[in-house]
């Protein structure tokens, strides 16, 4: 019989990457998509373009609880991984609580289900750097107190904290991963590696004359989207449960990420970036890197491809995207 797997959010970087790791890996991957991804399949459901024909999709809501009983009830999966998540960085006082509703009631949901209905699921919540925020040491590591600055980290810190009483109180197979910042050319326009290499490309094709952005000298330790994912599936395949921080434990800068792409097209950045305070964070006081060592030893895991090695497969992969057509 195949191991059957839902994963929430299939859609996104780390959803398409895990459904092909999962096929690979010779499962029955099922995937949850809102119904506005059917409404906009070319952009929505992009990344899982390739995979479209062996996956079974779902289109509902994580947030619907009578939605989400259903759907674990018929598919009884033995895996779950719950990555969908409203993860938009405001302040807005209108979108913030949505934020926090849909984080943190779509996990209890899915754990509450699995509780009442299929207590043998193994269950994986995508928890973040982020529910360290102003952390109390560095590196970080599972023993480093949370203590998050954003509405999106207080509530993964919220789904994680659920996600381990529901582990301790329940006796339900749940873990969390403390991921790091992790890149791909799968990852949204929105964020700055990918602002970055969309930009350098449109650059080089002569479709963009400047690139804005706002503190060079953040840090942040970027991983590869691909290697993370596999932390997860391994997460859910030892003989207990546990929390994992995932991470190179290497901090850079966003110069040096700008350094690096526009050197892959042969340009100096100096020429080409201009800094817009527009785009500056409140709070970065702090950077976060994280210590591995535990899903290290734990789990044979190791993080493996250097940011730059990443920016530069980025670079490329968008200069044939523009090459192509495709509207980045
Ligand atoms: P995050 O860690 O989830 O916030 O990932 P991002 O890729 O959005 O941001 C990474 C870092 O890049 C943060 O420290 C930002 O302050 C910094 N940064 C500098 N300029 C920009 C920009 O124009 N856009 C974004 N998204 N981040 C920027």
Redesign the pocket.
Known sequence: MKKKALITGINGQDGSYLAEWLLANGYEVHGLVRSEAFAKPKERLNNILPVLDSIKLHVGDAHDSIYITQLISSIRPDEIYHLAAN?F?SHALDAEPAIVEYNFNSTHYLLASIKAYHPSCRFYFAGS??MFGAAENSPQNELTPFNPRSIYGISKMAGAILSKNYRRTHNLFTCNGILY?HESVRRGL??????ITSSVAKIACGQLHEL?????E???DWGYAPEYVEAMWLMLNQESPDDYVIATGKLHS?REIVECAFSCVNLDYQNYVKV?PA???AN?AVSLVGDSSFAQQQLNWRPQKNIFSIIEEMVTHDIEAIKQEVVL
């Open positions: 993860s960085v750097s982020e910042n929105s964020f700055v590696t990918r602002k804005e952005l706002g503190n060079l953040a840090k942040r966003v817009n785009f500056h964070r970065e």
